[in-house]
């Protein structure tokens, strides 16, 4: 018990330096300005955020989009069951809306922008304006692929760039590749070295 008792005071000693040690630096004017440029970081990452988030709020808003189908969706011809959608154009991706609202509060300032967008306006894929497509795709490998042809074609329209588009994941669902020649096309993409997701299914022709 003695010996506790002599460890537990050790301890508070210790702590009472160091609170000593932080009172005398906080006198300190380097540290005054320290606090003081953190507090100014804090605010301006703050106000940076909230624009940021009304910037894409109004980008989304004012998107043609063009919406392909999450390649986890299921029976996307069943009519019972919850699909998503990504637009390829300007990224938003109503699978936001399936994320715990507190879990938003630790992700992206774009992700939020897609929450509030969506959840403030009521809007789901079927009210987003611009065109459906019958794509089921990786949303993450469509945005890759609609930016390369783009960056390509950049004055090319919408109806162009889905024809396009089209072609780009047929060719990756008919051409098989190996684990290489897959890590670098995943580069070419800017998408992730390990990204394998390559099959495009339910392609079809036809949209809305």
């Known amino acids: 018990m003695q010996n506790l008792n002599e460890k537990c005071q050790s301890i508070l000693e210790e702590r009472d330096k160091v609170l000593k040690e932080i009172q005398s630096m906080q006198s300190m004017e380097s540290t005054q300005k320290y606090l003081e440029l953190q507090k100014k970081k804090g605010n301006l990452e703050e106000e940076y955020n909230q624009l940021y988030k009304e910037v894409k709020m109004e980008e989304y808003d004012s998107c043609e989009h063009i919406l392909v189908i999450d390649a986890e969706t299921t029976g996307y011809f069943d009519q019972n069951l919850h699909h998503c959608f990504g637009c390829i154009k300007c990224g938003l991706d109503t699978r936001v809306l399936d994320l715990p609202r507190e879990e938003l509060n630790y992700t992206l300032p774009q992700m939020q922008a897609m929450y509030d ?84 299914c339910n392609i079809r022709d036809t949209y809305s």
């Not at 611009?130 to 692929?145: F, S, V």
């Not at 047929?170 to 990204?195: M, P, Q, T, Y």
């Open 117 to 200: 967008y969506l959840n403030k306006n009521q809007l789901n894929s079927y009210r987003l304006k611009g065109m459906r497509t019958y794509i089921e795709c990786d949303i993450d490998l469509a945005k890759a692929i609609y930016t390369r042809i783009k960056n390509a074609h950049p004055t090319i329209d919408d109806e162009t760039t889905l024809k396009y588009f089209e072609i780009a994941l047929n060719d990756i669902r008919n051409i098989k590749v190996n684990g290489e020649r897959k890590i670098c096309r995943a580069r070419r993409l800017s998408l992730n070295d390990h990204f394998n997701r390559w099959d495009a």
